[in-house]
């Protein structure tokens, strides 16, 4: 997968000089709902309309999608709006469905991505078709097992791919449903540079006054695209009710949203880039060569602990500096994640340290 460059081959037959916009209900509750919003949807920057036909609910119960009914419903909206469709596929009778539908791309949801097994299976079923395979991330923040899924449907001569980024679980509380964790996605595109990159947003946020902020992120970072979930009445829809907007509201969005440059050939503006990286550059290597004198530190303190048999983890100490750092960090406008987050891959180094001492 390494040296393709036709992963984006279909993205690029859309030929749009924004970036790709797929909007559409979390799922097909009836043949009105979906050719009502097929229609709102119809004038706006959208190019795909998605709708879930198979909903994935983490608990039994809850609306789980009306089947094979709807992707005629899907079929019909492609018919009369001229909008390319998307579904979720988690099986090989769904890919089968799907297909004979004339579903134009599938998408694999992040509870599918999860299993080897299972994409193995749905990789399978579309040997020698054509389709375009959107993988989201998996509901867990790991980049092998994310980059895993696209390699199965490579290996199998599925060329058209894309990945979703929708957030990652977290059991910690967050002002998100599923955290983002930007970095991943981030690695992600410097590895494969061609692979599109799209975002969806209503699953990171799980309520929608965060979807603009975050759908403005998405284009800072070069995402080549955005997957929004989209309702004519989000508050009385059938799944996932907090994080959807009107057709009217993604339409405003995406007018108000600024796609970046990549680069600039503006004389000034590479000239002050250069002067402030290489302040950065400087600043990272203080921050190193402190880090290392940090460490340094550590080991000494790792020598007397094991002198005097005293265990590596002092929990009232490492609280303390937490502490500490956050009531200093107060007003710097650092965020108090960061400097856990900084905090607690130092205290992991730290400890990894004192264990080495012999
Ligand atoms: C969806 O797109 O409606 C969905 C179920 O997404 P995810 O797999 O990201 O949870
Ligand atoms: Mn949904």
Same mark, same amino acid.
């Given at each position: 997968m390494e040296n393709s460059t036709k992963l984006r081959g279909w993205l690029d037959n859309f030929d749009l000089n924004h970036p790709l916009v797929i909007a559409g209900p979390c799922s097909a509750e009836t043949e009105e709902q @979906?050719?009502? =919003?097929?229609?709102?949807?119809? $004038?706006?920057?959208?190019?795909?309309?998605?709708? &879930? =036909?198979?909903?994935?609910?983490?608990?039994? &119960? $809850?609306?789980?999608g009306v089947g094979s009914l709807g992707l005629k419903w899907l079929q019909k909206a492609k018919e009369e709006t001229g909008l390319m469709t998307t579904t979720e596929v988690a099986n090989p009778i769904h890919v089968d469905l799907a297909l004979k539908h004339?579903?134009?791309?599938?998408? #694999? &949801?992040?509870? %599918? %991505?999860?299993?080897?097994?299972? #994409?193995q299976e749905i990789a399978e079923a579309l040997k020698g078709t054509d389709k375009t395979v959107l993988v989201k991330n998996p509901v867990n923040p790991d980049l092998a097992l994310w980059l895993g899924a696209v390699e199965r449907f490579y290996k199998q001569g599925i060329e058209n791919l894309g990945v979703i980024h929708r957030g990652f679980s977290t059991y910690d509380s967050s002002e998100y449903r599923n955290i983002p964790e930007w970095q991943i996605p981030i690695d992600l595109q410097n590895e494969f540079p061609d692979l599109p990159l799209i975002l969806d947003p209503s699953h990171i946020a799980g309520r929608r006054d965060l979807i603009f902020e975050l759908c403005q992120t998405a284009l800072d970072l070069n995402y080549d695209g955005l997957m929004v979930e989209t309702h004519y009445d989000p508050d009385n829809a059938w799944s996932d009710a907090k994080q959807q907007i009107t057709p009217e509201t993604l339409?405003?969005? %995406?007018?108000?949203?600024?796609?970046? $440059?990549? @680069?600039?050939s503006n004389e000034d503006f590479n000239y002050q880039l250069k002067k402030l990286r290489t302040k950065i550059d400087k600043i990272d290597e203080n921050l190193v060569d402190l880090l290392v004198k940090r460490m340094q530190v550590a080991d000494d303190i790792g020598k007397v602990k094991k002198e005097h048999n005293v265990s590596i983890l002092q929990p009232e100490r490492w609280k303390q500096i937490l502490e500490r750092m956050i009531s200093l960090s107060e007003g710097s406008g650092l965020q108090k994640d960061f400097i856990l987050n900084v905090y607690k891959a130092i205290h992991q180094e730290s400890i990894a340290h004192q264990k080495n001492i012999k």
């Open positions: @979906v050719l009502k =919003i097929a229609h709102q949807l119809k $004038n706006t920057d959208t190019s795909v309309l998605r709708a &879930g =036909i198979w909903k994935p609910r983490t608990r039994p &119960g $809850n609306f789980e004339d579903v134009d791309i599938l998408w #694999i &949801g992040a509870r %599918t %991505t999860v299993s080897p097994f299972m #994409i339409d405003k969005y %995406t007018i108000d949203l600024k796609v970046k $440059n990549k @680069v600039s």
